[in-house]
């Protein structure tokens, strides 16, 4: 509990008339948390207890600290200014009770060293030396910490924890957390022994000021004293003066009062004098409190600086600069205190030196009828007098110093301890619950917040399911795996996952197409996509493949004349039999015939017609609305089962829009973890307004991962088997 001066005192309020008990100070709470855990605090807690040397016991999982009973005693050659500032580590293995084995690091090669013998180290070296609990460490490897007594300190005050008990209350509870309880209990209770010392001697300053200023005017009125009974003694012995007849008692016991005013009046003038001179210095101190002039403004005023001098040299003593915001205020408060009290002592000595100019004139008077006196007599009196003026200040003051005396020693501390420092039963930290706990809402977290986030941002589609939430009126004819390579092509008779999509794809489209009955351009097929990129020529190649499987007649036609890609599908055929004239050529000369640039080619096992896009024009969209693109489809469209035709993309370009008119259907190509969103929004742009003849859709690239039930569950013939799967299908063989 954090006690005010009133409560802090209250073993001496048989003295609460004397002035120096007057002054009240109520210690903020928060503050003295402060002056607690201060800076100077934690190093005197680390120098008291040597917390700067630790000492470890090695065990099988972690180390345990050695605290009060360690096996060695270590002394250090150098300065302790010196030892604070080392950062320092060392091992030693105690191999019998005269030697042990030396090693700067762990992996260093071990230094035998006989106890009592000098160790050289970076810092003057240190002797180590055998403690009474040697014996249960031998055989055993110790580990030595030596730590800056900065950090240990800053480590200490960063462990300490101060916090009220209750709201706007003067209790706090004091806890630290370490893993030695004896080590905690000496740090908490050498934490408090610290601040009842700092807050007594804090309190003490004002008496021991004053009673330093007490002695100082002591020894010259003594003096004074001393001088005065001398003076006695020889004007006696000189004047053979033994008596003071009662001849004018009444005149000379007038002039006694006015002299004791006077003198009275002077001490007190002088007493402010040193008061103003001690006010006229820069420095901040407190000065005396109990030797004012009665003025309760000048008491006051003294009070109030004292207060202010004392809170600024607390926060000098716990760390806080010159510069500090605080104490630059309370220098400010200071200053302008000190003026206002230095115009009151002013005021004050004025009036002073007005009573004595007034005294001195009632003096005058009654001097010049004791003058009548003889001589001799009046001189005798007036020693007298001075001896019993100078008796009475000088009682006075023995007195005040008195006061000081018994305030020092009967001063207590502002804490009150209303609990001793105790251990908890069990552990209090590492929290297992807790760690259990946040380890399992951790590796819960940070997956799904992946997974959620990554979800949140992704864009693109990534399989069949995706394509259907985005677009909902057209149909989709199916998804094409993901394969390594991009100019896979399907072969004859294939079963791989690859060749079963197109086959899918190859049922659907001709469920799609029994629905519609078209009269015209039924079997022609406009192979496009949004942007470049999404496998329409993959796609169109393959799928002509796929329909020519079935012993039909197909031609694969290359309409993308801007960046034609079917000559990759070709890479496995000779290139002398690859023509390079094709449909380009034949829309810009009237007088060939379409069959002149089909040529047949065998692909994997597949025989397939195929008219490439010839030369790139330079004006692709003009060339492509020709007439003659009509009378090609008329042709084809009779000729073959089938006709591919592989477009350019619809959004980049308007190619595919420009002939659109002769296709009976439109396969419109996607990509998975390629195709936007929002691009899709394109697609459905061209499905309202019938821009695209029979428009269906296609998932390419789709991963193995989010493919459909059949490569999910290892239908296909080339689905690979996991290491497990493949023993346990062994041993059933």
Known sequence: MILDDAESSSGIDVFKDLSIFSEKEEAAIEDEIQVITSRSFMQNIVKTLKLNVQYFTKGRIYESEL??????????IASDSVINKVNFNFYINITSDSNF??????????????????????????????SPYLNNYIGKTIRVKITPIERVSAQLKNKISIVPAARSSKVLTVSIVDPVKEKAMDVLNHLIDEYNTSTLEKKNIKSINTAKLIDDRVELIAQDLVSVDSSIVRFKTGNKVTDVTSEAGMFLSSSAQNEQQLDATRTQLRLLSSVSESLTDDSYHSIPSNLGSGDPSIAALTAK?????????????????????????FEKSINSIKQDLKNSVENSKKSFGIQISSLENQSSRINSRIYSVPGQQSKLRSIERKRGIKESIYLYLLEKREEAIISQTATSPNLKVIDRPYALDGQVSPNARMVYFGALFIGLFIPFSIIYVSDLLDTKIHNKEDLEKEIRNIPILGEIPEVKSKNVLVERNDRSILSESFRIIRTNFEYI??????????????????INGEGKSFFSMNMALTLANTNKSVLLVGADIRNPKLLLGLSSQNKNKITKRGLTDYLVDESVLPNDFINTYEIKGNKLDILLSGKVPPNPAEILMSDRMKTLFDTVSKQYDYVIVDTAPAMLVTDTLLFSQNAGFTIYLTRANYTEKR???FAKELHSENKLNGMMLVVNDVKKSNFGYGAKYGYYSDQKKGFLKQIFTNKST
């Open 513 to 530: 197409k029994r629905g519609r009955k078209l009269v015209n351009n039924k079997n022609i097929i406009f192979i496009t996509s949004t």
């Open 101 to 130: 084995n030396y090693q700067v690091l762990e992996d260093d090669p071990p230094k035998k060293i006989i106890f009592g013998e000098n160790i050289p180290t970076f810092f003057n070296g240190m002797i180590i030396t055998p």
């Open 67 to 76: 605290y009060k009973k360690p096996p060695i005693i270590i002394n250090f």
């Open 679 to 681: 691009i899709l929004n």
């Open 305 to 329: 600086y004292n207060e202010l001098v004392q809170r600024r040299n607390a926060l000098l003593q716990n760390g806080a600069g010159k510069k500090n915001q605080m104490v630059a205020q």
